[in-house]
């Protein structure tokens, strides 16, 4: 829920049974991963469920949550970075790719 203008709350999404066209999805898949301005085309993001929680890497930011508790810390430099894709989201990126991302570069 959001707060409106006027302080009352309404709802912001709702989820459902409903069928949606697959040209919907793709349509709105393809404008969140390429409209200038959104957070998918400004930041490096990548998220992932662990056992007991899950973490979330927001450019240099990491938060772990795990059995109910949350850390959140910055990432180091582009070594410590590249660590983290490759051990907890299970994406392989070398350190010399990793200095060349946004964060970094």
């Given amino acids: 829920m959001g707060a409106a203008p006027h302080g009352d709350w309404q709802p912001q999404y709702v989820f459902d049974l409903a069928q949606v066209a697959g040209d919907d999805l793709e349509m709105a898949n393809h404008w969140t991963s390429t409209r200038p301005g959104t957070r998918f085309t400004t ?37 410590d970075y590249a660590q ?22």
């Fill in 43 to 79: 930041l490096c993001v990548a998220s992932v469920v662990l056992d007991g929680g899950f973490a979330a890497l927001s450019d240099r930011q990491l938060t772990i949550h795990s059995q109910g508790v949350s850390e959140t810390r910055a990432i180091e430099d582009a070594r």
């Fill in 84 to 105: 983290n894709l490759r051990d907890l989201f299970r994406i392989a990126l070398s350190d010399e790719d990793a200095e060349r991302l946004p964060p970094f570069s």
